[in-house]
Structure formats: C-alpha cells, structure tokens
C-alpha cells in the first residue's frame, strides 16, 4: 500500500512542490517536481495572498501532472526573520510521590520533562513551533540521547525552541488552504531540509546548515548531533539581482535572468572573456560585458552575506569548533563559484553544496540545493500517517475536507 507526501516550499524567489510516493519497498520515491517563480511574497513574508494562491497551485497541479496523481493535502515550511530560536532546558523528578528514589526513566518521564522545557514565555504574537531536544540530563550526568530505561531521581533536558510569528504563520495556512489543499503540518525551512542535504555525522561533529534564498539567509547549526542554533539574516539573492539592475540600468526581470544564466561569485580562468550581452532598456542599444564583470558586482554582495552569516554564528551561537561541513542549500547555493566563495570567507575548505540523494523518479531536477526544503518535508513525514492525504483524491473533495485537528495531530508528532 503506497502513501502520497507532498512538501511545498513557499519562497521568495520561487515556489516549488515536491510529491513523493511512500511505499515498504521502496521507501521515498519523488514522483512529481515542480519549481515557479513566485508571486506575492517579499524577503520571505507572504504580502499579496491571491497572487501567492495563484503560483501554488500552478506549482502543484505541475508537479501533479508529473506523478499522474491528484493530491489534498501538503507539508510546509516557514523560515525568514518571523521564526526566532532558543535554548534552554526543564526538569522534573522520575517519582512522582515525591520521594527521592532512583526509578526507572518511562515515555511518560520523558513527556513531562518535555513539558516542563516548553514552559518558557513565549510572546503572544508567537507560536511554538518545535521542541528539538539536545541532550538528556540524569542525576546530573550529561549526555543522554535518548533516557529511557536509566535509573534516576532527577531528570533534566536541554532544548532548542523554535517560534514562529502567529501572523505569517496564519498567512501561509490561507495560503495552502485558499489554493484549494489541507494542511497536514509546517516545519521550520532548514529542519525540513536537514533531511534531505544534511548526513548524520555531519550533525555529530558540529556543521552548518545555510539557505541561501531570496529574501533572506536562513540558518541553523549543528553540534554533538543536535541543533543548537537557528537564525535568519534579512539579505538575500534578491539584493544581488538589485545590484545588478543598478549598476547595469536595467529592469529587475532582465537582471535576474542574466545572474542566473550567467552569474558567479568566484571566477575562474576560463571564464573570465565569456560575453555577456545584457538588452538595452527603453530602447537603449545593447551592452556588451564579460562574466568577469559581472562577478565584479555579485561577489561583494555574496561575500557581504557570509560575512553576516559568520558574525551572527560566532556572536550568538555556542559552536565551539566546526569539524564538519558548510552546507549550503537554497537558490544562491546553484550560482558557480559559491563553495570557493564560502571557503574564502570561513577559512576552511570544508565547504559542500548540499544536493539532495538519489530518490528515484523519471525528473532528477529535485537533487539541486534549491529542492532541499521541498524534499525534505516529504523525507521528514514519510511515517507520519497524515489524515489529510489522499491518493488519487478529486480536486473537488478537497476544498469540502476539515483540517480543524490537524495542528494537534501536528504537536502530537513532532513535540
């Protein structure tokens, strides 16, 4: 019996939707891809709804002519400068009778001091969205990945909290909901898409996780196998289109086809002559430049932006040596030149674009960097029985279906 999971990733630049097919023998197999240009969202916040709608359901009715199904359900994500990170940590006593005697460490132990992690104020204007546990702490003796079946008085967790604005939050549910499609759950963008571009010993030996999108610059690092730092920096690829748009006087439109069919932020030998000829604006003859030139105006820009990343990481974070890699992900993870880039600016050469692993499926476009967050929600949930989802479900069902338990069934799972 196979199950249909749909990852959508709502982003600034682009609007892509990812449907995988889940079955015992063969696990996750992605069937449908589908990539748009977005409509109505500026550095990662939705502020246009309808035209919003519009591209999502292009993107998904693409993506589900590919896989020869019809979906009612999907997973997103949300990242930006709306989603806010913290550490800090909860206890509670294994006896509840008060006594203080060793007992053995149960799932309702575990749950409690989960609980009791979560009771960090949090504004009104946000909502939590996960409680990544770090670390399990027993009578003192640190270290624990999982408790369950230690002896132990007191036991104590150390957790990342990850919250996000009620207000874009809400936005995104109208969003998926108004296109015509359920919601069975929204992650944070780089947790999704930690499971799709991120191993596990990269995790364990302190990494960095880094999305590169269009509006923003989202974050999140990795030590002792556990996520210990998210953030976001409001700079993106967005800025490096402007920049070129300024320098080169030419429409945003023009100047983003050009950087992507001919950007680079790190050049080399061979390419430095290539021609470039960028079309004349408001009847202006057509200029004529290089790709040398051209990364002349991009790579300021891109360095600017990982040297934010870097500030941000070694001011806020508590990694104390990176022995892993640099991961990056996202649209700016596809320009040439950016791992040399990133190895410039970090002083290291573990530095790796994080494509996604082979899953199977006739289209292999699902792979690149920028497909990492789509994939990664099919990965995260692929055994997650969502009731939401459907195969080969009409269109027309889906707008009579209820999600009013889905946020609980959500919360249940991932908390």
């Known amino acids: 019996m196979s199950r249909i999971v749909v990852g959508l990733d709502i982003g600034t630049s682009f609007i892509r939707a990812v449907i995988g097919e889940i079955t015992p023998e063969k696990g996750v197999e992605i069937i449908g891809v589908a990539k748009r240009p977005s409509q109505g969202l500026r550095n990662g916040v939705i502020v246009n709804i309808d035209a919003a709608v519009s591209v999502i359901r292009e993107a998904i009715a693409d993506a589900e002519l590919m896989a020869g199904v019809e979906v009612s359900s999907v997973y997103t994500a949300i990242g930006g400068s709306q989603v806010e990170g913290l550490n800090t940590q909860g206890q509670v006593g294994v006896d509840q009778s008060g006594r203080r005697r060793p007992l053995a460490i149960d799932e309702n ?21 996960h409680v990544i546990p770090q670390e399990y702490i027993i ?96 700079v993106g690829g967005n800025l490096v289109t402007n920049d070129i748009a300024i320098v080169k006087q030419i429409s945003n439109a023009t100047a983003e086809k050009i950087k992507l069919e001919y950007g680079c932020c790190w050049i080399n030998g061979n390419e430095i002559d290539e021609e470039v000829i960028i079309p004349g604006l408001g009847g202006r003859a057509p200029e004529q430049t290089n790709r040398y030139e051209l990364c002349q105006i991009i790579q300021p820009r891109m360095e600017e932006i990982f040297t934010m990343v870097r500030k941000e990481i070694v001011h806020k974070s508590n990694l104390k040596e990176l022995m892993g890699n640099i991961i990056l992900i996202g649209g700016g993870a596809l320009m040439p030149g950016v791992v040399e880039l990133a190895q410039s600016v970090w002083g290291t050469e573990n530095v790796r674009i994080g494509e996604v692993a082979d899953l199977g499926g006739a289209d292999s476009s699902y792979r690149g960097a920028d497909f990492a967050t789509a994939v990664g929600l099919v990965v995260a949930n692929k055994d997650e029985v969502a009731p939401n989802s459907r195969h080969r479900r009409s269109k027309e069902s889906k707008k009579d279906s209820s999600s009013d338990s889905w946020w609980k069934r959500f919360k249940e799972s991932f908390f």
């Open 109 to 129: 132990t575990k749950n409690r001091v989960i609980e009791a992690a979560k009771q960090m104020p949090i504004s009104q204007d946000k909502k939590l969205l």
């Open 139 to 234: 009578d003192g003796q640190s270290g624990y990945e999982n408790p369950l079946g230690y002896m132990g008085v007191r036991l104590e967790v150390k957790v990342h909290l990850v919250s996000a604005s009620v207000t874009t939050y809400a936005h995104i549910e109208q969003c998926v909901i108004r296109s015509g499609y359920l919601l069975d759950g929204v992650m944070l963008k780089t947790l999704a898409a930690s499971y799709a571009a991120v191993h596990e010993d990269e995790m364990g030996l302190g990494s960095i996780l880094i999305d590169l999108g269009g509006g923003t610059t989202d974050v999140m690092v990795y030590s002792k196998g556990a996520t210990v730092f998210t953030a976001s920096i409001p």
